[in-house]
C-alpha cells in the first residue's frame, strides 16, 4: 500500500490528464472563438429540435389511436423524464435502446443532450456531427456558459427538483440494464459517454461536478450489478464445461461452452476497464474535491462497490482511499469513510484481505472515537467493536477509549458503554469466554463480577462511577438481577474477589440501578429539562418498582444491619427505599419488616455525622412518613416524633457539656443532625433557641464550625417560624412579637461578627478557601422552603451545588457565613415587603453603616482569589466559586430591594470587569434586572467614576503599571455597559444615555486637567451611540467650557480633552457623509435587480477564472469582500458618481489616519466582543 498523502489538499491539484489540460488553455481563447462555439451550440440545437419534431408528426399521423396521454409520454425528452416524479424512466429507457438499434447516431445525440441539460446546460449536438465533435471542444463551450451564466443550477432549487438526483440515478442504473445485451459493449456508446463525464467531473463550476460525479460513481455501481451477473454465468459455464470434459467427449457442447465461457469472461473485462476508467479518471480527483457533498458521494460510493465487488475492489489499491478521508476536515466525510469500513469489517471474508490496511490505519479509527464531531465519534467508537470482534486491535491500545466512558456528550458515553459491556463485561469478542455456561443467574453474577473490577478503577470518586453504570446500564441485564445482587451482599462465605471495596460498589451500583428502573436520571443532563416519558414507559417503570420492592422486602432489613456501621455504604443504602412500592408492604403483609426498616434508619440517623448519610436518612424517613399507608405511616409519623424529641434531648446535653468545660464534638455533630433535619422540616427549638443565643455569646472562642451551624441553625429556625405566620389566617401579636425578638437576636450575632476584623494570610488563608464553599448554600437555601420564601433572585445555582460543597470543609469561619446568612435575613424580612400590612413591625432594613461594613467585608472575600493565586491548583476553584457566591449574595440584596441601592450596586457593578466570566454573568443580569425597573444613567455614572477613582489613587501612588491596568479595565468596563445600549436601545435609553454623557463631562471637568482622561477612556463609548444631531451638540458644549481657559499651559494634561474632541468630530462627519450619500441616491436603488447585475451574480456563483480542474467555483476573495462590502455601505456602489466623489472629499478632509478608523471601529463594537466568549476552533482533521 502507497503512503498516504500527509495532508491533502483537493483546491490545489490538478488533473493528470491531457483532456484537462487542453481544456485549461482553451481558457485564454479569443472571443472570436466564443463566438463561434456559440453559434455552433445554437445551431446543434435548432437541427436536434428539428430532428425531434419529425417522429412527432410522423407518431401522430401512423398512431390515429392513440391516446393524447400516450402521445405526450412519447414526446417528452429524456431530460423531461428525469426531471419528473420518474415512473416513467423504465418505459422511456426501453424506447431509446430501440430508438439505438436503429439509429445509433439519433440516440447517442439525444442522450448526450439529457447528459449535458442534468448538468444544467442547455447544449444539444448534431446527429451528424457525433463522430467529428472533439470532446474537449464541447466541455470548453460548456465551461464558457457556465462562465456567462447561462446555466440551471439544480443544487440550488429545492422546490420541483427534490427527486432530480435520484431520477438521474435510476435512469442509468435502468440504461446499463437495459444494453447489457447489446449497447453496453459495443465499445462506442459508453466510452463516448464516459469521456464526456469524467471531462465534465474535471471542471471548474461546481453543478458540472456534482452531477458528472453523482453519475459516473453510478455508472460503476451499475456495471458491478451486471458484472455480477456475468460473473454468476461465468461460474455456471464453467461448472457445465468441467463436468463436459469429464466425459472426455469433444464435441460441439464443449465447443459452445468454451465459445460462451470465452465471451463472458470478455464482457467482465470490458465491464472492469470501463470501472477502472472511472475510477482513475473522476474519482482519484474528485475524492479530495472542495466540496464536501462530492468527497462524500465518492467515499460511500466506494464502500459500496468494495462491498458488492471485492474481487475487484478489496484491495489496497482502493481502499488506501477510505484510509486518507478518516482525515478529511469534514465531519460528513469523516463519517461517510467510517461507515464504508464499518460495513466491510462486518463480512467475515472480507478481514484476511484487510489486514495490511488495518495495521496501517487502526491508530486512526482508535482517535476518532474521541472526533470533535459526536456522530463521528459514536459511528467510530461502533468500528472499534468491529476490529475487536476480529481481534485486530490489542487490548492495550484501548485505554484512551475507556476515559470516554466519563465524557460530555450522552451519545458518545452510551456507545462506550456498549463497547465496553461487549468487550470487557459479556466478552463476546473472546472466542474461549464468549460462551457462558450455567443458569441465568450465574451468568449474571459473573458480569457483576467483572462490572465490580471495572468500577475499583473509579472507586475514589462516587460521581465518576455513576457515569459508568448509566453508561453499561442499558445493555447489561445482570444490572436489573435484584436478587443476585441482594445474594451477593448476603452472602455469608463471601468470594475472595469481593472485598470491602466490591461491597461499596455493590451497594452503588444496586442504588444506581434501582434508580435507573424507575425512570430518574443518576448523571445530570446537559439540557436541564425534566425528562418526558411515553405512557408505556411509565407502565415499565412501574413494574420494575414493583419488582424491586418485591425483592428487597424481606431481605432490606439484612441489610440494614448488615451495613450499617460503614458510612461509605449506608447513604445509598437507605435511600433505595424512595423508589420502592411502600403500598405493597400491606398488600403482601410485611408490616414488621416496614417498621424494622424505620427503626434502623432511626437508628443509623444518631449512629453517623456526615452529611450524605443524615440526608438520605431524613429522605427516606420523611418519603415513608408520606407515601406509606393507614397504620404504617402513623408508625412513621411517630418516628418522626420521636427522633426530633431525641435530636433535642442529645443537643441540650451537648450544649450542658460545653458549657461545662466538655468536648466541642458533640454539639458539633447534633448541630449537623439538626440541620440536616431543619433543611425539610421544622423541628420545635422554641425552648432551646435562646440556648443557641447563649453559646454564641459566652463562648467567643469556641470552633469556627459549630458557630457556622450554629448561626445555621437560627436562621433555619427563623425561616421557619416565619412560613409559620404568614400561613396562618390569624397571628396573635404575641408570636409576631416572639418572631421578632428572634430575628433581632440573630441578626445581633451576625453584625458582631460583622465587625470583627477579617484576617486573611498564612495557612488560614487556605483553609478560608475550602470553608467557602459552604457558603454556596446561604445564599439560596432558602430558595427550598415553601413558596412563601422564595425571592427573585439572579443564580444559575441549583441544589446538587449546594450538596457538593456543603460538607468537604472542616472550616467554615463566621465571616465567609455572616456574608450569605446577612443577605439571606435581610431578603427574608425586608421592609417593603411587609410594608402596609398587619405584620409591618416584621420589616427590617440595615443601617447604612452596616450595608458599608457589609460590602467591605465582601470585598474582602472578593480579593481571596487574587491572595491565592499562588496556592496549586486553587486559583481556577476560588474564582470560579468564592466570588461568585459572594457576587450572588449582593446582587440578590439590590434586585430584590432588600437593601438601598444607591451605593451598593454601584461598587457591585464597578467589578464587572474585575474577577471572572461567572461573577461578570452575575452583574450583567443585575444590570438587566435594574433596566427593567427605570432609569439607572446615575448608578451607571456612580459606577464608572468609582472605577476611575480607583485608577487615580493608583496613579498618585507612582505605580505606573497597576494605573495601566487600572484604566484598561476602567475602559473596559464603560465599553461593557455601553454595549448593552445597542439596536433599538439606543432610541428607547437615549435619555439615559444622555444623562450619563452629560454627568461624565461634568465629572470630567470638574478637577480639570487631571480628570479629563474619563472623556476619553469612558464617556466617548456612550458618546458613540448617540445620533448625530447630539454628537454636535456635545462636541459644542464641551467646547465651550473652555473657551477662557488656557490649555496652552499644560499640553499633555489637555491631551485626553482634545483627543476626545477628535474623534467625536470625526464621528459626527462620518455619519454626515453617510447620510448625504444615502439620502442622494435617489432611484439608484431601484437598479439593484437590473438583469445585467443579476447575470453578472450567477456567474461569479458558478465560475472562477483562476480555479483549476480541482477547483472549486465559489466567489473570489475580492468578490466577497465586494459583497460585504455592499451590505455594509447599504448600497453605497449605486450612488451616483457626483455623490460618491462629494462624500469621498468631505471624508478625505478629515485627515483620519488608518490606525484612528480602526480605533473607532473598535470602540463601537467593544461592548459586543468584551461579551463574546473565545471559540476554539472545531474543525476535524485537514482533508
Known amino acids: 500500500?502507497?503512503?498516504?498523502?500527509?495532508?491533502?489538499?483537493?483546491?490545489?491539484?490538478?488533473?493528470?490528464?491531457?483532456?484537462?489540460?487542453?481544456?485549461?488553455?482553451?481558457?485564454?481563447?479569443?472571443?472570436?472563438?466564443?463566438?463561434?462555439?456559440?453559434?455552433?451550440?445554437?445551431?446543434?440545437?435548432?437541427?436536434?429540435?428539428?430532428?425531434?419534431?419529425?417522429?412527432?408528426?410522423?407518431?401522430?399521423?401512423?398512431?390515429?389511436?392513440?391516446?393524447?396521454?400516450?402521445?405526450?409520454?412519447?414526446?417528452?425528452?429524456?431530460?423531461?423524464?428525469?426531471?419528473?416524479?420518474?415512473?416513467?424512466?423504465?418505459?422511456?429507457?426501453?424506447?431509446?435502446?430501440?430508438?439505438?438499434?436503429?439509429?445509433?447516431?439519433?440516440?447517442?445525440?439525444?442522450?448526450?443532450?439529457?447528459?449535458?441539460?442534468?448538468?444544467?446546460?442547455?447544449?444539444?449536438?448534431?446527429?451528424?456531427?457525433?463522430?467529428?465533435?472533439?470532446?474537449?471542444?464541447?466541455?470548453?463551450?460548456?465551461?464558457?456558459?457556465?462562465?456567462?451564466?447561462?446555466?440551471?443550477?439544480?443544487?440550488?432549487?429545492?422546490?420541483?427538483?427534490?427527486?432530480?438526483?435520484?431520477?438521474?440515478?435510476?435512469?442509468?442504473?435502468?440504461?446499463?440494464?437495459?444494453?447489457?445485451?447489446?449497447?453496453?459493449?459495443?465499445?462506442?456508446?459508453?466510452?463516448?459517454?464516459?469521456?464526456?463525464?469524467?471531462?465534465?467531473?474535471?471542471?471548474?463550476?461546481?453543478?458540472?461536478?456534482?452531477?458528472?460525479?453523482?453519475?459516473?460513481?453510478?455508472?460503476?455501481?451499475?456495471?458491478?450489478?451486471?458484472?455480477?451477473?456475468?460473473?454468476?454465468?461465468?461460474?455456471?459455464?464453467?461448472?457445465?464445461?468441467?463436468?463436459?470434459?469429464?466425459?472426455?467427449?469433444?464435441?460441439?457442447?464443449?465447443?459452445?461452452?468454451?465459445?460462451?465461457?470465452?465471451?463472458?469472461?470478455?464482457?467482465?473485462?470490458?465491464?472492469?476497464?470501463?470501472?477502472?476508467?472511472?475510477?482513475?479518471?473522476?474519482?482519484?480527483?474528485?475524492?479530495?474535491?472542495?466540496?464536501?457533498?462530492?468527497?462524500?458521494?465518492?467515499?460511500?460510493?466506494?464502500?459500496?462497490?468494495?462491498?458488492?465487488?471485492?474481487?475487484?475492489?478489496?484491495?489496497?489499491?482502493?481502499?488506501?482511499?477510505?484510509?486518507?478521508?478518516?482525515?478529511?476536515?469534514?465531519?460528513?466525510?469523516?463519517?461517510?469513510?467510517?461507515?464504508?469500513?464499518?460495513?466491510?469489517?462486518?463480512?467475515?471474508?472480507?478481514?484476511?484481505?484487510?489486514?495490511?490496511?488495518?495495521?496501517?490505519?487502526?491508530?486512526?479509527?482508535?482517535?476518532?472515537?474521541?472526533?470533535?464531531?459526536?456522530?463521528?465519534?459514536?459511528?467510530?467508537?461502533?468500528?472499534?467493536?468491529?476490529?475487536?470482534?476480529?481481534?485486530?486491535?490489542?487490548?492495550?491500545?484501548?485505554s484512551s477509549l475507556y476515559d470516554l466512558l466519563i465524557d460530555d456528550p450522552p451519545d458518545v458515553r452510551r456507545a462506550i458503554g456498549a463497547l465496553v459491556?461487549?468487550?470487557?463485561?459479556?466478552?463476546?469478542?473472546?472466542?474461549?469466554?464468549?460462551?457462558?455456561?450455567?443458569?441465568?443467574?450465574?451468568?449474571?453474577?459473573?458480569?457483576?463480577?467483572?462490572?465490580?473490577?471495572?468500577?475499583?478503577?473509579?472507586?475514589?470518586?462516587?460521581?465518576?462511577?455513576?457515569?459508568?453504570?448509566?453508561?453499561?446500564?442499558?445493555?447489561?441485564?445482570?444490572?436489573?438481577?435484584w436478587k443476585c445482587i441482594i445474594q451477593m451482599l448476603l452472602a455469608d462465605n463471601p468470594s475472595a474477589e469481593l472485598?470491602?471495596?466490591?461491597?461499596?460498589?455493590?451497594?452503588?451500583?444496586?442504588?444506581?440501578?434501582?434508580?435507573?428502573?424507575?425512570?430518574?436520571?443518576i448523571v445530570p443532563a446537559t439540557d436541564n429539562r425534566n425528562p418526558h416519558y411515553t405512557k408505556a414507559q411509565k407502565e415499565i417503570f412501574e413494574n420494575n418498582k414493583r419488582d424491586v420492592t418485591v425483592s428487597m422486602m424481606k431481605t432490606y432489613p439484612q441489610l440494614l444491619r448488615k451495613f450499617m456501621p460503614y458510612k461509605d455504604k449506608v447513604s445509598p443504602l437507605v435511600e433505595i427505599i424512595v423508589h420502592m412500592n411502600l403500598e405493597l408492604y400491606s398488600l403482601k403483609r410485611q408490616e414488621q419488616n416496614f417498621k424494622a426498616i424505620l427503626k434502623l434508619m432511626r437508628e443509623a440517623f444518631f449512629k453517623h455525622g456526615e452529611k450524605d448519610a443524615l440526608r438520605s436518612c431524613v429522605k427516606a424517613i420523611k418519603f415513608c412518613a408520606t407515601d406509606s399507608q393507614g397504620e404504617l405511616q402513623d408508625f412513621a409519623q411517630n418516628q418522626i416524633k420521636e427522633l426530633e424529641e431525641e435530636l433535642i434531648g442529645k443537643l441540650k446535653s451537648a450544649i450542658k457539656d460545653v458549657v461545662n468545660g466538655g468536648d466541642e464534638y458533640l454539639l458539633l455533630v447534633n448541630?449537623?443532625?439538626?440541620?440536616?433535619?431543619?433543611?425539610?422540616?421544622?423541628?420545635?427549638?422554641?425552648?432551646?433557641?435562646?440556648?443557641?443565643?447563649?453559646?454564641?455569646?459566652?463562648?467567643?472562642?469556641?470552633?469556627?464550625?459549630?458557630?457556622?451551624?450554629?448561626?445555621?441553625?437560627?436562621?433555619?429556625?427563623?425561616?421557619?417560624?416565619?412560613?409559620?405566620?404568614?400561613?396562618?389566617?390569624?397571628?396573635?401579636?404575641?408570636?409576631?412579637?416572639?418572631?421578632?425578638?428572634?430575628?433581632?437576636?440573630?441578626?445581633?450575632?451576625?453584625?458582631?461578627?460583622?465587625?470583627?476584623?477579617?484576617?486573611?494570610?498564612?495557612?488560614?488563608?487556605?483553609?478560608?478557601?475550602?470553608?467557602?464553599?459552604?457558603?454556596?448554600?446561604?445564599?439560596?437555601?432558602?430558595?427550598?422552603?415553601?413558596?412563601?420564601?422564595?425571592?427573585?433572585?439572579?443564580?444559575?445555582?441549583?441544589?446538587?451545588?449546594?450538596?457538593?460543597?456543603?460538607?468537604?470543609?472542616?472550616?467554615?469561619?463566621?465571616?465567609?457565613?455572616?456574608?450569605?446568612?446577612?443577605?439571606?435575613?435581610?431578603?427574608?424580612?425586608?421592609?417593603i415587603r411587609f410594608a402596609s400590612t398587619n405584620l409591618e413591625m416584621l420589616g427590617y432594613s440595615p443601617d447604612e453603616s452596616i450595608v458599608k461594613k457589609y460590602w467591605k467585608m465582601c470585598e474582602q472575600l472578593l480579593n481571596v482569589s487574587d491572595d491565592a493565586e499562588e496556592d496549586e491548583g486553587n486559583r481556577e476553584y476560588v474564582e470560579e466559586t468564592n466570588a461568585d457566591a459572594v457576587m450572588f449574595a449582593l446582587a440578590k440584596l439590590v434586585a430584590t430591594d432588600s437593601v438601598p441601592k444607591e451605593h451598593l450596586a454601584p461598587e457591585i457593578i464597578s467589578h464587572l470587569e474585575k474577577y471572572g466570566t461567572s461573577v461578570s454573568e452575575t452583574v450583567k443580569h443585575l444590570v438587566t434586572s435594574l433596566k427593567k425597573k427605570g432609569d439607572i444613567s446615575s448608578i451607571l455614572i456612580e459606577t464608572l467614576k468609582m472605577a476611575y477613582q480607583r485608577y487615580l489613587v493608583a496613579l498618585s501612588g507612582n505605580d505606573k503599571s497597576l494605573s495601566s491596568k487600572l484604566f484598561q479595565e476602567c475602559k473596559s468596563l464603560a465599553a461593557r455597559l455601553s454595549g448593552s445600549y445597542v439596536g433599538v436601545a439606543r432610541t428607547k435609553y437615549k435619555a439615559e444615555i444622555m444623562n450619563i454623557v452629560k454627568e461624565g463631562i461634568s465629572y470630567a471637568f470638574s478637577r480639570a486637567p487631571k480628570q479629563l482622561s474619563f472623556l476619553d477612556g469612558v464617556v466617548l463609548h456612550f458618546v458613540s451611540k448617540l445620533p448625530a444631531p447630539d454628537i454636535l451638540d456635545i462636541m459644542r458644549g464641551v467646547e465651550r467650557r473652555t473657551e477662557n481657559v488656557k490649555t496652552d499651559e499644560d499640553p499633555s494634561g489637555w491631551r485626553p480633552y482634545y483627543a476626545f474632541l477628535d474623534t467625536i468630530r470625526e464621528k459626527y462627519l462620518k455619519n454626515e457623509a453617510v447620510k448625504v450619500a444615502d439620502g442622494k441616491e435617489g432611484t439608484s436603488v431601484r437598479r439593484r435587480g437590473r438583469p445585467r447585475k443579476k447575470q453578472d451574480l450567477q456567474g461569479k456563483r458558478l465560475f472562477d477564472e483562476q480555479s483549476s480542474s480541482e477547483e472549486d467555483d465559489s466567489i473570489s476573495g475580492s468578490d466577497q469582500d465586494a459583497t460585504v462590502e455592499e451590505k455594509q455601505e447599504d448600497d453605497e456602489e449605486n450612488v451616483p458618481l457626483i455623490h460618491s466623489l462629494k462624500a469621498s472629499s468631505k471624508l478625505r478632509s478629515l485627515k483620519v489616519s488608518k490606525e484612528d478608523k480602526r480605533d473607532q471601529t473598535r470602540t463601537v463594537d467593544a461592548g459586543r466582543r468584551a461579551t463574546e466568549e473565545l471559540t476554539p476552533k472545531t474543525s476535524g482533521a485537514s482533508s
Open 671 to 831: 448541630l449537623k443532625r439538626l440541620y440536616e433535619f431543619q433543611l425539610s422540616h421544622r423541628v420545635p427549638l422554641e425552648s432551646m433557641y435562646q440556648d443557641l443565643v447563649h453559646v454564641l455569646k459566652s463562648f467567643r472562642t469556641i470552633d469556627d464550625e459549630v458557630i457556622a451551624f450554629l448561626l445555621l441553625n437560627m436562621f433555619f429556625h427563623v425561616s421557619w417560624c416565619l412560613q409559620s405566620v404568614l400561613s396562618s389566617e390569624t397571628v396573635s401579636e404575641a408570636r409576631v412579637s416572639a418572631l421578632v425578638e428572634k430575628r433581632d437576636a440573630l441578626l445581633e450575632q451576625l453584625e458582631y461578627f460583622l465587625d470583627k476584623p477579617l484576617k486573611l494570610h498564612g495557612d488560614v488563608r487556605c483553609k478560608n478557601q475550602l470553608a467557602y464553599r459552604v457558603s454556596i448554600l446561604y445564599a439560596v437555601t432558602f430558595l427550598f422552603l415553601p413558596a412563601v420564601f422564595r425571592l427573585l433572585l439572579i443564580s444559575k445555582l441549583t441544589k446538587e451545588n449546594i450538596e457538593m460543597f456543603l460538607f468537604d470543609t472542616s472550616y467554615a469561619y463566621y465571616f465567609w457565613q455572616v456574608c450569605g446568612i446577612l443577605a439571606d435575613t435581610w431578603c427574608l424580612f425586608k421592609r
Open 499 to 521: 472485598d470491602d471495596v466490591d461491597a461499596t460498589n455493590l451497594i452503588r451500583l444496586l442504588f444506581a440501578s434501582t434508580r435507573k428502573a424507575v425512570g430518574e436520571r
Open 421 to 481: 459491556y461487549d468487550h470487557l463485561i459479556a466478552q463476546k469478542f473472546n472466542n474461549s469466554q464468549s460462551r457462558s455456561t450455567g443458569s441465568d443467574s450465574d451468568s449474571s453474577k459473573v458480569h457483576i463480577s467483572r462490572m465490580l473490577k471495572i468500577l475499583k478503577e473509579f472507586s475514589t470518586d462516587p460521581i465518576l462511577s455513576l457515569y459508568v453504570i448509566d453508561d453499561v446500564w442499558d445493555y447489561m441485564g445482570g444490572m436489573k438481577d
Open 1 to 398: 500500500m502507497e503512503d498516504e498523502p500527509v495532508v491533502p489538499e483537493p483546491a490545489t491539484r490538478r488533473s493528470k490528464r491531457a483532456r484537462a489540460q487542453v481544456r485549461t488553455a482553451d481558457f485564454t481563447r479569443t472571443d472570436k472563438i466564443e463566438d463561434e462555439l456559440e453559434e455552433e451550440r445554437e445551431e446543434s440545437s435548432d437541427d436536434l429540435q428539428e430532428n425531434r419534431r419529425k417522429p412527432k408528426r410522423n407518431k401522430a399521423t401512423e398512431g390515429a389511436s392513440t391516446s393524447a396521454a400516450a402521445a405526450r409520454k412519447a414526446d417528452s425528452s429524456l431530460i423531461d423524464v428525469v426531471k419528473g416524479e420518474g415512473k416513467e424512466i423504465p418505459d422511456v429507457v426501453k424506447r431509446w435502446v430501440e430508438h439505438y438499434d436503429k439509429n445509433q447516431k439519433s440516440a447517442t445525440a439525444d442522450l448526450l443532450s439529457m447528459l449535458f441539460e442534468a448538468c444544467g446546460a442547455k447544449y444539444f449536438l448534431q446527429e451528424e456531427d457525433i463522430d467529428m465533435t472533439d470532446v474537449d471542444d464541447v466541455v470548453v463551450a460548456l465551461v464558457n456558459m457556465a462562465r456567462r451564466g447561462e446555466i440551471e443550477d439544480y443544487q440550488s432549487s429545492k422546490r420541483g427538483f427534490k427527486n432530480f438526483k435520484d431520477n438521474l440515478i435510476y435512469f442509468w442504473d435502468n440504461l446499463v440494464s437495459e444494453c447489457q445485451s447489446g449497447p453496453l459493449f459495443d465499445q462506442s456508446l459508453f466510452d463516448r459517454c464516459l469521456d464526456y463525464i469524467i471531462a465534465l467531473s474535471c471542471t471548474p463550476p461546481r453543478c458540472y461536478r456534482q452531477i458528472a460525479s453523482l453519475m459516473g460513481l453510478q455508472l460503476v455501481t451499475s456495471f458491478i450489478n451486471v458484472a455480477k451477473v456475468l460473473g454468476a454465468q461465468r461460474e455456471t459455464t464453467q461448472r457445465q464445461l468441467n463436468a463436459e470434459k469429464k466425459k472426455k467427449i469433444e464435441g460441439p457442447r464443449v465447443e459452445s461452452l468454451t465459445k460462451r465461457l470465452s465471451m463472458t469472461h470478455e464482457k467482465i473485462t470490458t465491464m472492469e476497464e470501463m470501472m477502472r476508467k472511472i475510477f482513475t479518471g473522476l474519482f482519484v480527483h474528485r475524492y479530495r474535491d472542495i466540496d464536501p457533498d462530492i468527497r462524500m458521494s465518492c467515499i460511500e460510493s466506494l464502500g459500496v462497490w468494495v462491498l458488492s465487488y471485492p474481487s475487484l475492489f478489496l484491495q489496497d489499491l482502493y481502499l488506501k482511499y477510505l484510509g486518507w478521508t478518516l482525515n478529511d476536515k469534514s465531519a460528513g466525510v469523516r463519517k461517510t469513510s467510517v461507515l464504508a469500513l464499518q460495513t466491510l469489517y462486518e463480512v467475515d471474508d472480507n478481514v484476511p484481505s484487510l489486514n495490511l490496511f488495518t495495521e496501517r490505519f487502526y491508530k486512526r479509527m482508535l482517535e476518532l472515537a474521541d472526533d470533535i464531531d459526536i456522530s463521528v465519534s459514536v459511528c467510530a467508537i461502533g468500528l472499534v467493536k468491529q476490529l475487536l470482534r476480529h481481534q485486530l486491535v490489542p487490548d492495550d491500545q484501548l
